[in-house]
């Protein structure tokens, strides 16, 4: 696994998403395959590519990845009722498993989440009997005989339409959706709920998650993140500002106000200091593959929980620990309240989550090695090697490092993905992404 965290690189040149403000990337998600990379961004659009197949030709082609389709998912809209706009921004964006020839993902932003089905048409019907070739309606009284209407080939068309759309449900904005292993179901999360969806159903929901104070002053923590079990289609986990995680079982009750487990780390008094609840809420949660761990990301640690104990996580990994002495700053600047998100590879065994700078780092679980690697325009020659990056906290700074003081904190990575069964990893730099594969791929 040492190549894994060593030897990445570029797999073409830097995908320029856009240069506005709508056209930063705010989500990025590999399908089951890992054939399509769907991308989401602030001005409500999907991209999403699809994988070069390979060629005797040119073998290096595959990995790949190239525009296959792109769609405005959101739109802005204004609640009157409460006098707020909604922004189009894509918050999350979940696949779902292939069934037949078309795919089908869910898109969400802040109040309302749709379901998409993108299929490819490279065919039309001609030769109807009640309308001519520009689709007007003829004179009944002209037809004087029956047509059987015939398929003629046609130019590759990829189509996304929109199949359902699950509206009205949220009154805060949603942060999570995670599809169920029985393929029926889904749940949308949002600061103070979980809601239940069938993917049939669109005019109702089941709230399975309710931690609303009657007394709003007496709110003292918000859901952050949620997930289902990859395997268990009961249970699901979500994560709190105040770094806990519980889990809850939908067997036990149809409300899910208490939970099965909690977990939650105690807290070291020396550490102690104003930004300490800010530092420790935690932005994502995510199950591992097969099911055991929990890894959860909060402001300057990845830790990995085991389902069987509850009381600390058995890994921690500090991510930019050098930060620790600038969150003052960070604070005023509003950088110490991001949402960093984290993924695990295809068998769990390397953990991958951002950093500011276009920093982004690796952990391997087995040897307990990590890396620090950067994606930025610089390094961005297809097949270019990544080198590692580290960083200077004082003293002598060598001629490869770069110091603590000299970090970009306008250039960060919150979103990444990593291939479910390869090494190939999606990297979203505020509007660009950057694709990497291993060199031993």
């Known amino acids: 696994m040492q190549d894994v965290l060593w030897c990445f690189s570029q797999v073409k040149g830097t995908i320029d998403i856009g240069v506005t403000e709508a056209d930063i990337i705010s989500t990025v998600e590999f399908n089951h395959t890992g054939e399509l990379l769907a991308t989401g961004d602030k001005g409500g659009r999907v991209v999403i590519f699809q994988r070069e197949q390979e060629s005797k030709n040119q073998p290096h082609r595959r990995g790949e990845y190239n525009v296959y389709s792109t769609f405005q998912s959101h739109e802005p809209e204004f609640d009157y009722l409460k006098s707020l706009e909604i922004e189009e921004k894509i918050n999350k ?6 069934q037949n020839a078309a795919y089908f993902l869910l898109s969400t932003n802040d109040k309302t989440v749709k379901l998409w089905k993108v299929s490819e048409r490279d065919k039309r019907p001609e030769g109807y009997n009640l309308k001519d070739e520009d689709g007007r309606l003829r004179d009944p009284s002209m037809i004087t005989m029956l047509r059987v209407p015939v398929l003629r080939p046609m130019d590759l068309m990829v189509e996304a339409t929109p199949r359902r759309v699950f509206a009205n449900a949220h009154t805060y904005h949603i942060n999570s959706i995670s599809v169920n292993s029985d393929y029926e179901t889904y749940m949308s999360a949002d600061d103070l709920r979980i809601n239940l969806w069938n993917f049939e159903i669109t005019n109702q929901s089941f ?129 110490i309240f991001d949402k960093f998100e984290c993924v695990w590879n295809g068998s769990d065994s390397v953990i991958m989550t951002g950093s500011y700078n276009n920093f982004f780092r690796m952990f391997d679980r087995n040897t307990k090695r990590d890396v620090t690697l950067e994606a930025s325009r610089e390094n961005s020659k297809p097949r270019a090697i990544l080198k590692p990056r580290k960083v200077c906290v004082g003293g002598k700074r060598r001629k490869d490092e770069i110091s603590v003081d000299s970090l970009d904190f306008s250039k960060k990575i919150l979103h990444t993905a990593w291939h479910p069964s390869e090494n190939i990893i999606a990297v979203a730099a505020t509007n660009n992404l950057y694709i990497f594969q291993d060199k031993v791929n």
Not at 93 to 98: E, G, N, S
Not at 230 to 248: A, D, E, M, Q
Not at 287 to 301: A, K, W
């Open 207 to 335: 709230n399975i998650v309710d931690i609303k104070p009657a007394n709003m002053e007496e709110l003292t923590e918000v859901i952050t993140a949620a997930e289902f079990h990859p395997h268990h289609c009961n249970t699901f986990v979500y994560s709190s500002s105040k770094g806990t995680i519980r889990l809850c079982d939908m067997r036990t009750s149809a409300l899910c106000d208490r939970h099965a487990k909690f977990f939650e780390e105690p807290e070291d008094p020396s550490n102690r200091s104003f930004f300490s609840e800010i530092i420790s809420s935690i932005s994502d949660v995510k199950f591992s593959h097969s099911g055991r761990y929990i890894m959860t990301r909060d402001y300057l640690t990845v830790k990995v929980w085991d389902l069987n104990m509850e009381n600390r996580p058995i890994e921690t990994y500090q991510v930019h620990d050098y930060l620790r002495s600038k969150l003052c700053s960070l604070y005023e600047n509003d950088c």
């Open 93 to 98: 964006i979940r696949w779902l498993p292939q």
